[in-house]
Nanobody, 126 residues
């Protein structure tokens, strides 16, 4: 069992930055692929970014060049640095992990992930 707790959400103006953190319990964090997803009101949950056990990163096209995902295995924590935020980035952001890893295409699917955090709200005002 893995527990995930996100933090760092908030309200920011367009063009601003936020850094989300996701702290994970468990002894095998370094073996897990970690992902970030988001869900805006009235929309389906969508992939944002992922980092596998080898720290290879993957991004949705909509955030590439603006967001950076990273992990600190010593702290059992994964981060999502979000720069140049846009109003369309407004959503609840969820952290997730999976022991299975996979390709970019596989990690873009939320069904690949086993454990989920409770989510943190990010609101970008125009």
């Amino acid at each position: 069992q893995v527990q995930l707790v996100e933090s760092g959400g908030g309200v920011v103006q367009a063009g601003g930055s936020l850094r989300l953190s996701c702290a994970a319990s468990g002894r095998t964090f370094s073996n897990y692929a970690m992902g970030w997803f988001r869900q805006a009101p009235g929309k389906e949950r969508e992939f944002v970014a992922a980092v596998d056990w080898a720290s290879i990163t993957y991004y949705a096209d909509s955030v590439k060049g603006r967001f950076t995902v990273s992990r600190d295995n010593a702290k059992n924590t994964v981060y999502l640095q979000m720069n140049s935020l846009k109003p369309e980035d407004t959503a609840v952001y969820y952290c997730a992990c999976t022991p299975w890893g996979g390709s970019r295409g596989q990690l873009m699917e939320d069904s690949r992930f086993v454990y989920w955090g409770q989510g943190t709200q990010v609101t970008v005002s125009s």
